[in-house]
């Protein structure tokens, strides 16, 4: 008996010895060392909140990862209620699957997110207030210095508020690995949506840019970072609203309105400035888009009421002063640019070629396509040539210049046709009417724009300029603050992939097509669809009639893991009855049924 009773004794002693298992799920903290302690114990499945009130939480080293079923969730309780104050700041090194949400940042830190080397990070529905005192990036993703391998992709910052920036340095900064071992390499596959960017200034020669993708060390490594549906206010912080240093960057949808400066692909290969709208509202120093390096497209934009020139113009393409294969800090020679179906509307300057920055750019642009844009006002050229490009061709334009304005350049009417395009002002936009000559008048010039700035299709007889005369589902409008930022809806379509991937932030679990929305539907509706491969996937989304005929292709281009994608199908101009979506990915099909109602 006695000895029973000492080897049930002993087994006590031995279970109370064992490390508890923690469970997942939601843990509030309502003190800043309950909540640091909190991060610190994190495992995957955890919701973390911080209550309401007012915190300095000081440095945080963010050393839990979540999984991709399991995120790490951080957020505030009450978005905007938890405000983080003084030097707080969270810093992750080789983590994953974590989201930072909701909170109120008015601290004094330089930087109050900084990730290294992380992946499948997101920053999302929090208000960025910081109390500078000194320069600062206020967000930083990028790689870990002296590792040559960046070891960080597929990032997301959302739905956030930045505002109020008066000191040097980024809102947001995309980095990478700035190395002497081996190849520099930036962040990959990073997506920056829905914000709302507001008030960055005064305006600073250089280092105050409101997004800085890249920087000279991994400017030849491609980022494929993509911005978009975000809303610029009043960034006049510097010349380069955007700068691009990256090859292989997208810049599309977002709405910029009283900006000084421009979106500049400044040390870049092969990015694509798609879809965006630029008001300038008539503030003295607003741009669109500036360009150096080769092999970019500016697509389906809308350029109005704007007022920069030389560096600030709507259009601007410099000499350089080196080649592409040059210095990574030269200004590259602008090559291969692919300009067509745009829109500029009465701004005080439009297209600008071959400024020589007082003779120090020497190396004038080369093989320029200029197609199927349209251009009106009543001031100064239409095209301002000042170092003629070698090889510029002109296909398709129609200008109208009016008061003292003129084109600027000889051309032939298959060139540029002088013509009044009939614009209406409609939703703040200037749009094509019915009688325009816009209509079905573009050329085969940049047969590859398939859509129009709001993102329906072009068909076969394409318009001139950024719209299509067109009655259908429009994914893309000029966006408004209610639209962005951390209260701003979900439902909104955010464009992911390099490709013309349409994709909500859900995280799939599988390899699927999910049930359209709406269904039925009248005239357009959405198909979701997601892979769970270990890499990127060439697949193809299609819709088929009864008979088994292929109606239109709503998707092709290369898929990646972790992001639901969705495709808009609009079925204006169809009988209605039962079509039939296909989804190919690799080696893999799968088919549903959709009901169009008339």
Not at 194 to 212: D, K, Q, S, W
Not at 370 to 375: D, H, L, R, S, W
Not at 406 to 429: C, E, F, K, N, Y
Request: proline share 4%; aromatic share 8%.
């Amino acid at each position: 008996m006695e000895q029973s009773r000492t080897i049930r004794f002993l087994a006590v002693l031995l279970l109370l010895a064992l490390p508890s298992t923690a469970e997942a799920g939601r843990k509030v903290f309502s003190t800043a060392s309950s909540f640091k302690s909190g991060l610190g114990a994190a495992i995957p499945g955890d919701t973390l909140e911080l209550a309401d009130g007012s915190y300095d939480i000081g440095g945080n080293s963010l050393t839990r990862s979540g999984t991709a079923d399991l995120r790490i969730v951080i957020k505030a309780q009450n978005r905007g209620k938890a405000e983080l104050k003084g030097s707080s700041a969270f810093t992750g090194k080789g983590i994953s699957y974590v989201t930072i949400e909701g909170f109120l940042f008015t601290g004094s830190a330089s930087t109050v997110i900084k990730t290294e080397s992380c992946s499948f990070m997101r920053i999302t529905r929090n208000t960025f207030r910081l109390n500078e005192t000194a320069s600062g990036k206020w967000v930083l993703i990028g790689g870990t210095y002296n590792i040559a391998t960046a070891n960080s992709q597929y990032n997301r910052i959302d739905h956030n508020l930045f505002e109020n920036k008066k000191q040097l340095g980024n809102y947001i900064t995309i980095d990478g690995s700035p190395s002497g071992l081996g190849s520099p390499e930036a962040s990959r596959y990073d997506r920056i949506d829905h914000n709302h960017f507001r008030t960055i200034g005064p305006r600073a020669v250089n280092e105050m840019e409101t997004i800085r993708i890249g920087q000279s060390e991994i400017c030849r490594s491609s980022s494929y970072t993509v911005v978009e549906q975000n809303l610029f206010e009043d960034c006049d912080g510097d010349p380069e609203i955007i700068s691009v240093k990256t090859k292989h960057s997208v810049i599309r949808y977002n709405t910029f309105r009283r900006s000084q400066g421009t979106v500049c692909l400044r040390s870049s290969d092969s990015s694509v400035v798609e879809g965006n709208f630029f008001f300038g509202e008539r503030k003295s120093g607003t741009g669109g888009v500036r360009l150096y390096g080769v092999g970019h497209s500016v697509i389906n934009n809308y350029f109005n009421g704007l007022t920069g020139d030389t560096w600030d113009a709507a259009l601007t393409i410099t000499n350089g002063d080196a080649e592409a294969t040059g210095s990574v800090t030269a200004h590259w020679r602008p090559q291969q640019i692919m300009v067509a179906f745009n829109t500029f509307a009465d701004n005080a300057n439009n297209m600008q070629f071959g400024f020589t920055n007082n003779g120090s750019y020497s190396k004038a642009p080369q093989n320029l396509t200029i197609a199927n844009n349209i251009v009106a006002g009543k001031q100064n050229p239409f095209v301002k040539i000042i170092t003629q490009p070698t090889g510029i061709t002109y296909s398709g334009n129609l200008m109208f210049p009016t008061g003292s304005a003129s084109i600027g350049v000889t051309a032939t009417d298959a060139q540029i046709r002088i013509i009044d395009p009939q614009l209406v002002l409609a939703d703040s936009v200037w749009r094509l009417t019915a009688g325009s000559p816009a209509i079905d008048a573009a050329t085969t010039a940049a047969a590859s724009v398939l859509k129009d700035i709001t993102g329906q299709p072009r068909g076969t007889s394409r318009d001139v300029g950024a719209h299509e005369f067109l009655t259908g589902y429009r994914f893309n409008r000029p966006l408004r603050a209610e639209d962005v930022g951390p209260n701003g809806p979900d439902s909104i379509t955010v464009v992911t992939s390099v490709g013309r991937a349409y994709a909500t932030s859900m995280v799939p679990e599988r390899w699927m097509m999910l049930e359209n929305y709406p269904n039925p539907f009248n005239p357009a509706t959405k198909v979701r669809f997601s892979i769970d491969s270990d890499g990127p996937v060439q697949a193809d989304v299609s819709i088929y009639n009864s008979v088994g005929e292929r109606i239109v292709q709503i998707f092709h281009g290369t898929l990646h893991p972790g992001t639901v994608h969705e495709a808009v199908f609009d079925g204006s101009g169809l009988a209605g009855g039962v079509y039939f979506c296909r989804m190919t990915a690799g080696a893999r099909t799968k088919t549903r049924s959709i009901l169009l109602l008339k």
